[in-house]
Every structure is written in structure tokens, then in C-alpha cells.
């Protein structure tokens, strides 16, 4: 049982579903909001979309792995490494 629906609950449950198949049947996660995602959430309103929550991370090897493992790649902006 994975505790939390945030990002770091997510990514276990990836990582789980990608890397040992044969226990992801296995695998629920609980959370306690009515939505996945923590503290991380797209808005629409008045016809504007953002991303409220962290709006940075650090790409290290284990992110990128798992940003690849579910999809997403395509989709992923990275920031100016120089940016303050």
C-alpha cells in the first residue's frame, strides 16, 4: 500500500508498475483528497489554463526515468539552467 497521491506517492506507483510487473496488482494507493496530484493542479478560468503547486524540479536520473517510463516525455519543458 502506497500512502499519498502526490508526486512522490505517484512516482512509487510508477515506478512499482514499471520495474516489477508482477506486483503491481498489488499495488493501492491511498489518498485522502478527491484528486491525485498533491499539491500539484492544473486550473482553467475565465480561458486561461496554468499549473499551480511546484512549478520546478530537478531533473535527476530517477525523475527523467520516470517522466520517459509513463509517456510523457514529449510533454516535458525543462527550465533555463542559468535562471536565478
Known amino acids: 500500500m502506497i500512502v499519498g497521491g502526490g508526486i512522490n506517492g505517484l512516482c512509487i506507483a510508477q515506478a512499482l508498475a514499471t520495474k ?18 498533491g ?3 492544473t ?9 499551480e503547486g511546484p512549478n520546478s524540479f530537478q531533473p535527476s536520473d530517477p525523475i527523467l ?11 516535458l519543458v525543462l527550465g533555463d539552467p ?3
Open 39 to 41: 499539491n500539484i493542479t
Open 82 to 84: 542559468d535562471a536565478p
Open 43 to 51: 486550473v482553467e478560468r475565465d480561458g486561461y489554463l496554468w499549473e
Open 65 to 75: 526515468t520516470m517522466v520517459v517510463d509513463s509517456g510523457l516525455k514529449d510533454d
Open 20 to 37: 516489477y510487473r508482477d506486483v503491481t496488482s498489488n499495488v493501492i494507493v491511498m489518498k485522502a483528497r478527491v484528486r491525485v496530484g
